[in-house]
T-cell receptor, first 113, second 113 residues
Framework: NAGVTQTPKFQVLKTGQSMTLQCAQD?????MSWYRQDPGMGLRLIHY???????DQGEVPNGYNVSRSTTEDFPLRLLSAAPSQTSVYFC????????????FGPGTRLTVT | AQSVTQPDIHITVSEGASLELRCNYS??????LFWYVQSPGQGLQLLLK??????LVQGIKGFEAEFKRSQSSFNLRKPSVHWSDAAEYFC???????????FGKGTHLIIQP
């Protein structure tokens, strides 16, 4: 049981490049979410999903896309990276019956130059 | 909108001493409240949560927190800290919907030998 896994651990992009941050969980959790963590800002919700085929925006969705084609996977796409997207990204998952006992992945540190 | 304030950015405590980390929230109804811990380079781990009932909640690693509605507070305590408690601590609030947690900016705990 690997829990929540994220790849890659580190990534450097140039402005304008695109990439996908991968997130997978093996706990059969219905709910998955993406947060970004910036120094002195805590964590802020980007997008979330309550089940396969259903996604919604969080507090800071601009510049990011998500999709949820399976229960296990919830990738986060940056279509045209900007320096303001330099951050640490965390994926989390939970059962919808215990929505807030979220299990967090180890994070992806992204730098956009 | 809900919000969380953690007034202390850094706290330094001697090993073996007691600890209290402050958290104040803003929310119109009864909130769901949480404390998470983040060790360096790691994701977040849930320490404890309050939904309803007894206002003193026990968590993992010897932590407890007390919900005080009159003060809009949910302070985290530990009677005797260990060097391994050095980490970043986040208080979070949720309103009951699927739109995730609202985090405070975090308190960085330093343990002196």
């Amino acid at each position: 049981n690997a829990g929540v896994t994220q790849t890659p651990k580190f990534q450097v992009l140039k402005t304008g490049q695109s990439m996908t941050l991968q997130c997978a969980q093996d706990m059969n959790h219905e709910y998955m979410s993406w947060y970004r963590q910036d120094p002195g800002m805590g964590l802020r919700l980007i997008h979330y999903s309550v089940g396969a085929g259903i996604t919604d925006q969080g507090e800071v969705p601009n510049g990011y896309n998500v999709s949820r084609s399976t229960t296990e996977d919830f990738p986060l796409r940056l279509l045209s990276a900007a320096p303001s997207q330099t951050s640490v990204y965390f994926c989390a998952s939970s059962y919808t019956g215990d929505l807030y006992e979220q299990y967090f992945g180890p994070g992806t540190r992204l730098t956009v130059t | 909108a809900q919000s969380v304030t953690q007034p202390d950015i850094h706290i330094t405590v001697s090993e073996g001493a007691s600890l209290e980390l402050r958290c104040n929230y803003s929310y119109g109804a009864t909130p769901y409240l949480f404390w998470y811990v983040q060790s360096p380079g790691q994701g977040l781990q849930l320490l404890l949560k309050y939904f309803s009932g007894d206002t003193l909640v026990q968590g993992i690693k010897g932590f407890e927190a007390e919900f005080k509605r009159s003060q809009s507070s949910f302070n985290l305590r530990k009677p005797s800290v260990h060097w391994s408690d050095a980490a970043e601590y986040f208080c979070a609030v949720a309103g009951g919907g699927a739109d995730g947690l609202t985090f405070g900016k975090g308190t960085h705990l330093i343990i002196q030998p």
